[in-house]
């Protein structure tokens, strides 16, 4: 099954397009979650939610709505992997209160964490709870050469855990003067190279959109037709799309879905409410 959906559920950018006008921000899930099936959990890298904020978030989502939460800082970003089990292991618990809600977690690795820690790396996937689905994404640039990925590639399937695929490649064209948006995305994000590459659990794949819509259709048009093929053997496959002007990133999840059902992949659809605007009526059809 293929998910799609954004960085974020809160924009007031998405105001008269993916929500009705004159939306609450105290809305802004509830509806976010009627139109997209999943969302990147980006918040809880800096902060761990409390339970009541759980509560709240399962609440205003339907059962069968993913999130994907990221690891925070404090166990990726601080230190050796392997010593932060007991902390990986609470925040886990802490977002079961989520039920079914909850997704993949999402592993990120800091630029400086490479290959010459891949002991640690095992250690920690070795304690994971294997029944918690997991995706991990590097970022280290040896990670990506046959040194890195060729055993990094063999503990993911070993321990069944997902990659997180990254596609940088609409905003990092170097024939293209970078504007003020460009430049700030090429700052944010990193520069690494697209290795479409499946791990041994669920495959999550960011995709950052360049903002002229029109320069995403040949990437979108070679997503669709890879992603469609995986769908053939792997059950989740997650898909998450970005853009430097966040107020376009549901206009590229209406363009890869459309994409994705002309190639007749699995889907997960919504039944959306009644809709109030044109931009709601043509999100999955």
């Not at 970078?178 to 995709?207: C, H, I, Q, S």
């Not at 769908?231 to 970005?242: E, G, K, N």
């Not at 994705?260 to 009526?281: M, V, Y």
């Amino acid at each position: 099954m293929i998910r799609i959906g954004c960085a974020v559920w809160a924009y007031n950018g998405w105001v008269g397009d993916l929500f009705p006008p004159g939306t609450r921000n105290s809305e802004f899930l509830r509806l976010y979650s009627r139109q997209l099936t999943t969302v990147e959990g980006n918040t809880t890298f800096y902060a761990t939610p409390t339970p009541a904020t759980v509560a709240r978030w399962a609440e205003e989502t339907p059962p069968d709505f993913h999130f994907c939460f990221k690891l925070p800082r404090d166990v990726s970003h601080a230190g050796p992997l392997a010593d932060k089990l007991a902390q990986a292991r609470a925040f886990i618990e802490r977002m079961q209160g989520l039920g079914s809600r909850c997704g993949p977690f999402f592993l990120q690795l800091p630029p400086a964490y490479g290959p010459a820690r891949l002991a640690d790396l095992e250690r920690f996937l070795a304690g994971w709870p294997p029944d918690v689905a997991l995706a991990l994404e590097v970022r280290h640039p040896d990670w990506y050469l046959p040194v890195g990925e060729v055993p990094l590639m063999e503990l993911l399937a070993r321990y069944r855990i997902g990659r997180v695929i990254m596609d940088v490649r609409p905003i990092r064209d170097p024939a293209e003067p970078p504007t003020t948006l460009l430049a700030d995305a090429r700052e944010r994000k990193p520069d690494v190279p697209l290795r479409p590459l499946r791990g041994g659990g669920p495959t999550l794949v960011r995709y950052i959109g360049h903002p002229d819509l029109a320069r995403n259709e040949p990437f979108l048009t070679e997503w669709a037709a890879r992603i469609a093929e995986w769908a053939t053997t792997d059950p989740q496959i997650y898909l998450f799309m970005h853009c430097p002007d966040e107020s376009r990133s549901p206009t590229l999840c209406r363009q890869i879905a459309a994409r994705l059902r002309a190639h007749g992949a699995p889907l997960a659809e919504r039944d959306n409410e009644p809709p109030t605007t044109p931009a709601q009526l043509n999100l999955f059809g």
